[in-house]
């Protein structure tokens, strides 16, 4: 029935339109709703249309700098809009990792729970995700551009724990307002954007590769 669906171009015989997303397959249709397919399009747009803004906010800061408005008040305004980039990243990449459990069911080491939980677990979480992001690539098509991963995973280590280390013990100092910071917070922006458009793209809309394989 699903294969049939599929390849009628999403309508049932009824007349009605199928929504090509919310679709259990595979082991999906005898599991439950566990492993449906659900557009992954909204979240992407979303978490790219915040983290660019964070982008521009630390452009403007670095062509302002320490007079910056967004400064004077400790930064509230600039830390809101990160956490904000963070729950819809957060959103986008598990639903992300969920749609790869139905592209290529059975193939991941980690649970889709591993989406987020691999962001808090110490120390781990500082190459967890990475491999996560690299499986859940894997599963919509040849890992061509792996090395966009590793380079904006790279960036981001640069961006976070590397940054801390060097400021308390090289600098000794927390200001994290100078333009090395900023300019690496923009690059790691740019290309968070580029990984999350490739990833997005590489799970459709409409009749999956996995469809035909039921």
Request: with cysteine; glycine share 8%.
């Amino acid at each position: 029935m699903i294969k049939a669906t599929a390849q009628s171009g999403g309508r049932i015989p009824g007349g009605s339109s199928v929504d090509p997303y919310n679709v259990p397959v595979g082991p999906a249709a005898v599991n439950g709703p566990r492993y449906r397919f659900r557009n992954p399009a909204g979240p992407a747009l979303v978490v790219q249309c915040l983290i660019a803004t964070s982008a521009l906010a630390e452009l403007y800061i670095v062509f302002t700098g320490p007079d910056a408005p967004w400064l004077e008040d400790g930064s509230a305004a600039l830390g809101f809009l990160q956490i904000a980039c963070w729950i819809s990243f957060l959103v986008w990449f598990h639903r992300a990792r969920c749609n790869a459990e139905v592209l290529a069911p059975g193939t991941h080491k980690y649970a889709p729970g591993f989406a987020l939980g691999a962001w808090i677990v110490p120390l781990a979480m500082w190459w967890l995700p990475r491999r996560i992001t690299l499986d859940i690539r894997r599963a919509g098509g040849p890992p061509r551009d792996a090395w966009l991963i590793n380079a904006w995973w790279f960036l981001w280590l640069c961006d976070g724990p590397i940054s801390v280390a060097v400021h308390l013990l090289v600098l000794k100092q927390t200001d994290y307002h100078n333009p090395v910071d900023h300019a690496i917070g923009i690059l790691d922006s740019v290309l968070a954007i580029a990984v999350i458009r490739r990833v997005t793209a590489d799970q459709p809309a409409g009749p999956l590769p996995y469809f035909n394989m039921t």
